[in-house]
């Protein structure tokens, strides 16, 4: 009989019939992990969300997950979905012919050019041009023009790794020369 007084009792810190939580911390929920407070009780903590490139995918998680390498987290970062490639096709696409076609005709202007310049080499016109910036200039261009093709069709680990060095060496040399003359 007691019991049921008690129950029927409005609870002093809540201001109804409902028990009181007994910890200081609402539950992580998925995407998040638990951060301690400092200087609190272990029970007591912060939700941190989880880093980039990882996951939890339950409530309360102490750690999270990280994703495999052909993966990575959704936006609220509690499941791990597959990367999409997306690139150039050189079946489907009409700009990767485009591109290729004007890549060949200005490395081949550009190489005919070098021509001209190697063949007029002991000319005053070429050797006032100062002739060997020019030919470095040349060179270094086409070889801008002709990385294009690194950029072209499906992705793989050695063209990923050539892309940035194969365009960025020739044209830091272009700039260069031409800052040069």
């Not at 009792?9 to 809540?14: D, L, R």
């Not at 990280?66 to 690139?87: L, M, R, S, T």
């Not at 001209?116 to 261009?141: D, E, G, Q, Y």
């Amino acid at each position: 009989m007691l019991a049921l007084a008690a129950l029927n009792e409005v609870h002093p810190i809540t201001g109804g019939q409902a028990v009181p939580r007994g910890q200081c911390s609402k539950e992580c929920l998925p995407g998040f992990r638990k951060s301690v407070r400092e200087g609190y009780h272990p029970c007591c903590y912060n939700c941190a969300p989880c880093s980039e490139g990882e996951i939890s995918n339950h409530s309360d998680s102490e750690l999270c997950k990280k994703c495999p390498e052909n993966e990575w987290p959704n936006k609220a970062k509690n499941i791990c979905i597959d990367k999409v490639n997306e690139y150039l096709s050189y079946k489907e696409d009409v700009l990767v012919l485009f591109f290729s076609i004007t890549s060949v005709i200005f490395a081949t202007t550009s190489l005919f050019i070098l021509g001209l310049f190697f063949w007029f080499r002991r000319t005053p016109i070429v050797k006032a041009n100062n002739r060997n910036l020019s030919f470095i200039l040349l060179f270094s261009l086409i070889l801008s023009f002709l990385s294009v093709f690194l950029f072209l069709g499906r992705p793989v680990n050695i063209t990923c790794m050539l892309q940035q060095v194969t365009f960025g060496i020739p044209f830091t040399i272009s700039v260069s020369s031409i800052l040069a003359k």
